[in-house]
């Protein structure tokens, strides 16, 4: 690493992990799972009231067409990955890409509860030869998300007699695939998941409800210290961690004592509560990024009006970097952007979001925070949980109605010179 004209280190560390993120559901296809049992379930309802979500949104008239068709809403094929993975390995090496955050699928490893599916269990195995054949570093992400349905069925997070069921799972991929690992992330987003499908009640089981919401919160801390420990008994050398959503969260008004608060709240429940509980059960700090989050009053989000992504979501790429600074204040524990991205179908700003986070990177790291890598959200264009198909993450467009053909994107191959020239 080099250092600046005042000592500083510039730079990425050698071994940095230059990589691209992907969920086994947004991409798989031909899953069952809760998901597509409530996305089958929804599908016509979703599209029917499609105007009242997107009608604000600048390209409404241009999207308009797919998102009030139910099919949208259904994952389906998803983009073929479960069948194509080795041809999608080959784009990452052709993006100069050295490592790879995936998920495994927990209903296909055990569609009946504790009944496990060898052909499932070979397939992941295969999965991550190929990676580490190919020289790309696996990054395992046991959940981010969905369940087998027998467990849904059986209250799933919200009930504390259920982790045993997640231990088990836990101990399976252990057994299985550990010792060819370096990095496992347990959860993605516990924060994301459990308002939106308890809070808010937007995603399945739909409810709105804060007992029960604490109780998956607190459920979650509970299975990831009880992964944390399953996993490193089996394997000593692996690095573990969780995917957390972490906002860059400012005060809309500055000074405004109610603003101020809303922020301090907002940042300590969203950010750290759930960070806090694990400290001492996590290697390194996984941070997915892609809010700067204004509030105001009692806790209301009112973010600037431009610029906007295609999902009307404010973009400040920027806000990596007092993210990562904070967070590393925190924990003083390796960080590392485990997803990081940007809906933008026509690619008119992807570009400058990859390079604005890429700066913010470096900003952090030359002020002495251990940054291990970055995973750029998404490898390919996937199913946007109850958003659907429409909103496009991949630095790989996806083509489905065309044998899903696969096309780099001009942003990425920008992204992989760029790569080259840091490396
Ligand atoms: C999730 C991804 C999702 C992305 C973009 C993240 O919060 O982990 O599954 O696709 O955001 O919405």
């Known amino acids: ?157 919200a009930k504390y007699s259920n982790i045993k069921y997640f231990d088990r799972l836990v101990q399976k991929i252990a057994d299985e695939y550990g010792h060819q690992l370096k990095y496992v992330i347990t959860l993605n987003e516990p924060n994301v998941y459990t308002s939106f499908s308890y809070l808010i009640g937007l995603w399945p089981p739909q409810e709105k409800s804060w007992f029960n919401g604490l109780q998956v919160y607190w459920n979650l801390v509970q299975a990831h210290r009880r992964a944390y420990k399953i996993l490193k008994k089996a394997h000593p050398h692996l690095q573990i961690g969780i995917a957390t959503q972490l906002a860059n969260i400012q005060a809309k008004r500055p000074h405004n004592l109610f603003d101020e608060l809303s922020t301090k709240i907002m940042r300590y429940g969203w950010n750290w509560w759930f960070l806090t509980r694990i400290r001492r059960y996590q290697d390194f700090v996984g941070c997915n990024y892609y809010f700067t989050d204004h509030y105001t009053g009692l806790m209301k989000r009112i973010n600037p009006k431009t610029p906007l992504s295609d999902l009307g979501w404010y973009m400040e790429p920027e806000g990596l970097y007092p993210i990562l600074l904070r967070a590393w204040a925190h924990y003083k524990k390796p960080i590392i952007v485990t997803e990081n991205g940007v809906a933008d179908a026509k690619d008119e700003h992807r570009r400058w979001w990859l390079e604005e986070s890429i700066i913010a990177m470096e900003r952090t790291i030359s002020e002495g925070v251990e940054i291990k890598g970055y995973f750029h959200w998404s490898l390919l264009d996937n199913f946007e949980w109850a958003d659907g198909w429409w909103p496009k993450f991949g630095l790989v467009a996806v083509d489905r109605e065309h044998g899903m053909r696969r096309t780099v994107r001009p942003s990425a191959k920008w992204f992989a010179a760029k790569i080259k020239s840091l490396s």
């Open 1 to 157: 690493m080099q250092e600046d004209a005042i000592g500083a280190k510039v730079g990425f560390p050698k071994g940095f992990m230059w990589g691209a993120s992907t969920s086994a559901h947004q991409v798989e296809g031909g899953n069952h799972n809760h998901w597509t049992v409530w996305e089958l379930a929804h599908a016509a309802e979703l599209a029917k009231t499609a105007q009242k979500r997107y009608g604000h949104l600048i390209d409404w008239e241009e999207i308009k067409t797919k998102v009030t068709n139910p099919s949208n809403y259904i994952s389906g094929r998803g983009v073929d990955h479960y069948k194509r993975y080795e041809d999608d390995f080959k784009v990452l090496k052709q993006l100069n890409l050295n490592s790879y955050r995936f998920c495994i699928e927990w209903s296909r490893l055990e569609p009946e509860e504790g009944k496990w599916n060898q052909s499932a269990i070979d397939h992941y195995r295969e999965y991550i030869e190929k990676l580490i054949e190919m020289d790309i570093e696996p990054v395992l992400n046991i959940w981010h998300w969905t369940m087998p349905v027998w467990f849904t069925n059986k209250g799933a997070f």
